[in-house]
């Protein structure tokens, strides 16, 4: 078996990084599929006092300290990941010290070298208008509206960290789901 592929999905809130997961992970069977969102909804739920944090901040739109992220991810990955896996991040990083702490990881590893970086593009006006018309309890317009702030300030950075490395591959995500699967299976196959 080749080596499995890792894809980093990057993507303002609405931009459909959920659902190109979910259609790579059927088309090729062994990633193991990381979603940082997931956790922080996870703990929000629990009675603990970073749970309690973690929600008061989900639902005014932000995301928890930087090293939490990362903790939560590697933690994840490191009694998970098999090397039949491949690493399939949605989501994440949405900082550049997590995209940081990713790449050292994947070099420690020895999986840096088949690993790409995709930004789902869409407009500020297409993520409100795709995040507005779903139902998720984190959906509301003050959350949704925090969350397009954070991806302004702290996401458009690790954009620029990876277009600098030469390593960010730009797909249009204004287009219907399955094309822009196929877009992501020409880049990444």
């Known amino acids: 078996m080749n080596k499995p592929k890792n894809v980093i999905l990057i993507g303002r809130s609405g931009s459909g990084k959920g659902t190109q997961a979910e259609l790579l992970q059927k088309k090729f069977g062994y990633f193991y599929s990381v979603r940082t969102g997931d956790w922080f909804r996870k703990l929000a739920k629990t009675d603990s006092d970073v749970g309690k944090k973690v929600k008061e901040i989900l639902d005014s739109g932000g995301l928890p300290y930087d090293d939490l992220a990362t903790t939560l991810w590697m933690h994840d ?47 500020f006006d297409e993520g409100m208008r795709r995040l507005l018309g779903r139902k998720r309890y984190d959906d509301n317009k003050k959350a949704i509206e925090g969350r397009m702030e954070f991806f302004e300030k702290r996401v458009t950075p690790v954009v620029e960290y990876y277009k600098k490395q030469g390593k960010l591959i730009v797909i249009n995500g204004e287009q219907r789901p399955e094309k822009i699967n196929q877009d992501i299976l020409k880049v990444i196959s």
């Open 77 to 123: 990955l490191v009694f998970n990941l098999r090397k039949e896996h491949g690493i399939l991040a949605d989501g994440f990083p949405r900082r550049v010290n997590e995209a940081k702490n990713l790449d050292s990881f994947l070099e420690f590893l020895g999986r840096s070298h088949n690993t790409f970086y995709l930004y789902l593009e869409i407009s």
